[in-house]
Structure formats: structure tokens, C-alpha cells
């Protein structure tokens, strides 16, 4: 038998974060991360201890704490996630913080805003939730994302319209007043894919290049998007270069790119022209 100080103190000797292990054994046990703490000396019955074991040796061997704990904060929202889903990431909130400041500077008083590759609803959901009056659409070719998406907003209460098909085919005509995106953009012979091998692959590359998602869907953007509305893109911090001429050969002006917090450049973004 051990006690948590004993569980905890085994997890870091199999190379697994303290914090990590708090919060997997937290969720096993139904309790609060500061409850551990204050009860390390606490004794796990035989079953806990082999769950927390089990999830222990998931966790080493790289899978998301994410995954093994059912969830992940995003710009203030609890969202379900699981293997089906990239995990969340925080540099992503860049991109809603960029959308609510164009949202706050004018526009329909009901926007209408588009998810390009919604995966968990994370970006739909977090715009939704701080601006209630829009009319948020999200796609994704996923079926098993959009089914993680609409958990998500069902549990959260936020109404979204989810799309099913790759980019902007499945959108016909229809036009928008901001589009966002966080797609698939690492090359496929990156090494850091190894390492990722956990989260769905189609969410992470898709292609030799990286940029071809990226193509894709500025290309397609002109038609999709009313004269004034922007296109925010996330991307990798060595293709902000390559990301702004793509949209300047499409005709969007007033191009800039934005760093995440670690000071890389992480979204670019540009206007359609006209308003």
C-alpha cells in the first residue's frame, strides 16, 4: 500500500511532472489538487493506486494530461477534449484576443464569424462566449471533431452552428464578417511530429510544405468574405513571411502579423478591401 506522498514521489522517479501527477491522481480520486496536499499521508486503496499507475505510464510515454484528464482550460473556458481533438494551446487564445479587438472597433451589430478546422470548439466557443451577439459558424471535416465541438457547446450552453466538410466547401455562397483559423501547419518531415504522436496527425501537418492548409484556405477567402472583414490565421513561427505574401497575392491589405507570448510570430492576419 502507499500513501499519496509515496505515489506522488514514485511518478517523478518515472520522469512524470509533479504537477502532472497532482492533477491525474486529483481526478482519479475526485478531489481538489490542494486536498492532496493537505493529505499526502493519506493511503490509496489497491484499485487506485493500479488506475493511477496505469495513467502514470500513459502519461511517460508522452500521451497529453489533456487526454488522461478529460479536459483543458482555453481562454477561460473548461472544454472536453480527447483524442480525437488537438489539445487546446495557449498561443491559440491569440487569436481570439485579436477578433474581440476588431470586434469592438465596429461592425454588424450581429457579425457573422467563421471557424475554419474548429477541432474542440475551442476558438468558436471562447468568441461566442464573450461575444454573445454574434452568429458563430464553425466546420470541421472531422465528424469525430465536430461531435467533441458540439459537446463542448452544448455543455456550455453556447449556441454555435457546426459545419461538416473541409474549409470553406461545404459553405457554399454564404459570406462572412471575420474568418479565423487555426490549421494544420507543420511540415511532415518535422521532427517535432514524433513527439506529437499522441494528437491526430490530420490536425497537425498536412503536407510536405506545411503551408498547404494555409493556401487553401486564403485562397478560397475572397469569395467567402465581405468587403472589410479579416482573416486571422494562425501559423509556425518561421512561416509568418510566407503566410503575409500569400495574402497579399490575394488582394488583402492592411497585413500584419502579431508574436505569442514567447515572442514568436504566431498569427497573421489581413482585410479584405472595400470598407
Known amino acids: 500500500m502507499k500513501s499519496i506522498a509515496q505515489a506522488l514521489a514514485e511518478a517523478r522517479r518515472r ?43 500513459r502519461r511517460a510515454a508522452g500521451e497529453p494530461l489533456a487526454y488522461l484528464v478529460g479536459h483543458k482550460e482555453f481562454h477561460g473556458l473548461d472544454l472536453q477534449v480527447d483524442a480525437r481533438v488537438l489539445v487546446p494551446r495557449p498561443e491559440t487564445e491569440l487569436l481570439v484576443d485579436w477578433a474581440l479587438e476588431l470586434l469592438a472597433h465596429g461592425g454588424p451589430a450581429a457579425p457573422r464569424i467563421i471557424d475554419l478546422g474548429t477541432g474542440s470548439g475551442a476558438i468558436a466557443l471562447a468568441l461566442k462566449r464573450h461575444w454573445p451577439a454574434a452568429c458563430v459558424t464553425a466546420t470541421d471535416a472531422s465528424a469525430g471533431s465536430l461531435d467533441v465541438a458540439r459537446r463542448n457547446a452544448d455543455r456550455l450552453a453556447l449556441a454555435l452552428e457546426f459545419v ?40 497537425l501537418t498536412p503536407g510536405p510544405t506545411g503551408l498547404e492548409a494555409l493556401v487553401e484556405i486564403v485562397a478560397g477567402a475572397g469569395a467567402r468574405l465581405e468587403p472589410g472583414a479579416w482573416l486571422l490565421l494562425e501559423h509556425g513561427f518561421d512561416q509568418a513571411t510566407a503566410v503575409q505574401a500569400l495574402l497579399g497575392r490575394h488582394g488583402f491589405v492592411a497585413i500584419r502579423t502579431r508574436a505569442d507570448l514567447a515572442g514568436q510570430p504566431r498569427c497573421t492576419g489581413g482585410q479584405r478591401p472595400g470598407r
Not at 480520486?29 to 493511503?43: G, K, P, Q, Y
Not at 501547419?185 to 496527425?201: I, T
Open 164 to 203: 461538416a466538410g473541409s474549409w470553406w466547401q461545404p459553405l457554399d455562397a454564404r459570406r462572412f464578417d471575420l474568418a479565423l483559423s487555426n490549421p494544420p501547419y507543420v511540415r511532415a518531415d518535422d521532427a517535432h511530429l514524433a513527439a506529437l504522436g499522441h494528437e491526430p496527425r490530420g490536425a
Open 15 to 57: 520522469g512524470v511532472d509533479r504537477l502532472d501527477a497532482q492533477l491525474l491522481l486529483a481526478q482519479l480520486l475526485a478531489r481538489e489538487r490542494a486536498w492532496l496536499i493537505a493529505h499526502d499521508d493519506s493511503v490509496l486503496d489497491a484499485p487506485d493506486a493500479a488506475r493511477f499507475d496505469a495513467a502514470l505510464a
